[in-house]
């Protein structure tokens, strides 16, 4: 098999991925992006987007990621489903196999965009109901929970966060905490306990997210001590965290001790020359779209100027 030669290649198909290709398109790159196993990003995973901007009345995320793809290949980018089965970054050009070899790449540059995942509890009911009152993002969809009851799974920084801004929209919140303490800082934790209607439920874990054919209803409860009960809710969020889908790359890119791809001084660069990272997969803190969208941006430039300078 003859490996084909390509200048940059973009992993991964949410909006980091489709903004890196339609800037890498305009600058004549001829970028190839491959969409991996997810299309589209975890951004389908929720209806519709209100904070994206452009958009007055919303957007539904597959219609804002469908016209993200079409805008990039109208541009001239080469989008493909697959997904990378491999890649060697040890030296120029990067070596990557496609699908278990059903193709071979050599690229001159590569753009990761390959996103993060967020931690599910692993019960069928919250597959069931995702999309449909069951979020992994409390700034994404908390404001369809307006004058309504939540409940938000966590008792880290990051889920006493998402409680406290939910708790500016929702009637009442309730926190599901498996320990009797959080694993959140003092300021994170004040703040919680300072906010009236917030409820936290120490002690306990999800058995069952509770729902019919409309959506989420409510949450079936398991106390440590053994007690069951129920609550009656509108909106489940999990705030348990998110893993970056960086493995693949690992073995040469810099990753933090949660596996987020370091990058330098504010670029998309990576400590490998010709590599670079964008949107969720190296973002720990903001795991926004509108982010993502950007970070992209940054790093088709980044891209196209590495180029240049090896002409």
């Given at each position: 098999?003859?490996?084909?030669?390509?200048?940059?290649?973009?992993?991964?198909?949410?909006?980091?991925?489709?903004?890196?290709?339609?800037?890498?398109?305009?600058?004549?790159?001829?970028?190839?992006?491959?969409?991996?196993?997810?299309p589209?990003?975890?951004?389908?995973?929720?209806?519709?987007?209100?904070?994206?901007?452009?958009?007055?009345d919303g957007?539904?995320?597959?219609?804002?990621?469908?016209?993200?793809?079409?805008?990039?290949?109208?541009?001239?980018a080469?989008?493909?489903?697959?997904?990378?089965?491999?890649?060697?970054?040890?030296?120029?050009?990067?070596?990557?196999?496609i699908?278990?070899?059903?193709a071979?790449?050599l690229a001159?540059t590569?753009?990761i965009?390959?996103g993060?995942?967020?931690?599910y509890?692993?019960?069928?009911?919250?597959?069931?109901?995702?999309?449909?009152?069951?979020s992994?993002?409390?700034?994404?969809?908390?404001?369809?929970?307006?004058?309504?009851?939540?409940?938000?799974?966590?008792?880290?920084?990051?889920?006493?966060?998402?409680?406290?801004?939910?708790?500016t929209l929702?009637?009442?919140?309730?926190?599901?905490?498996?320990?009797?303490?959080?694993?959140?800082?003092?300021?994170m934790?004040?703040?919680?306990?300072?906010?009236?209607?917030?409820?936290?439920?120490?002690?306990?874990?999800?058995?069952?997210?509770?729902?019919?054919?409309?959506?989420?209803?409510?949450?079936?409860?398991?106390?440590k001590?053994?007690?069951?009960?129920?609550?009656?809710?509108?909106?489940?969020?999990?705030?348990?965290?998110?893993?970056?889908?960086?493995?693949?790359?690992?073995?040469w890119v810099?990753t933090?001790?949660?596996?987020?791809?370091?990058?330098?001084?504010?670029?998309?660069?990576t400590?490998?020359?010709?590599?670079?990272?964008?949107?969720?997969?190296?973002?720990?803190?903001y795991?926004?779209?509108?982010?993502?969208?950007a970070?992209?941006?940054?790093a088709?430039?980044?891209?196209?100027?590495?180029?240049?300078?090896?002409?």
């Amino acid at each position: 098999m003859t490996p084909e030669n390509i200048k940059v290649l973009i992993i991964g198909g949410g909006p980091a991925g489709f903004t890196s290709a339609i800037y890498a398109s305009r600058a004549g790159l001829g970028p190839v992006l491959y969409e991996g196993m997810e299309p589209g990003g975890q951004l389908t995973t929720t209806t519709v987007i209100e904070n994206y901007p452009g958009f007055k009345d919303g957007v539904d995320a597959n219609e804002l990621m469908n016209a993200m793809r079409d805008q990039a290949k109208r541009l001239g980018a080469d989008v493909r489903r697959g997904s990378i089965s491999s890649i060697d970054l040890s030296e120029r050009p990067f070596k990557v196999t496609i699908d278990d070899g059903a193709a071979e790449i050599l690229a001159e540059t590569v753009i990761i965009a390959t996103g993060a995942t967020a931690k599910y509890l692993g019960l069928p009911s919250e597959v069931k109901f995702r999309g449909m009152g069951v979020s992994a993002c409390a700034t994404c969809d908390g404001f369809f929970y307006r004058k309504k009851d939540v409940a938000v799974v966590g008792g880290g920084d990051t889920a006493c966060e998402e409680a406290t801004y939910l708790a500016t929209l929702c009637r009442k919140v309730y926190m599901i905490v498996r320990r009797d303490v959080f694993r959140a800082s003092k300021a994170m934790q004040e703040r919680v306990m300072n906010t009236p209607n917030i409820e936290i439920l120490w002690n306990c874990s999800t058995q069952e997210v509770l729902g019919d054919e409309y959506g989420v209803t409510g949450a079936r409860i398991l106390r440590k001590s053994g007690e069951v009960f129920d609550i009656e809710i509108d909106g489940f969020f999990l705030a348990i965290g998110h893993h970056p889908n960086s493995d693949l790359f690992s073995k040469w890119v810099e990753t933090d001790e949660l596996g987020y791809i370091k990058t330098k001084d504010g670029s998309s660069r990576t400590n490998v020359e010709g590599v670079f990272a964008a949107g969720d997969v190296q973002d720990p803190h903001y795991r926004q779209a509108i982010n993502a969208a950007a970070s992209g941006c940054r790093a088709a430039l980044d891209a196209e100027k590495f180029l240049l300078s090896q002409a």
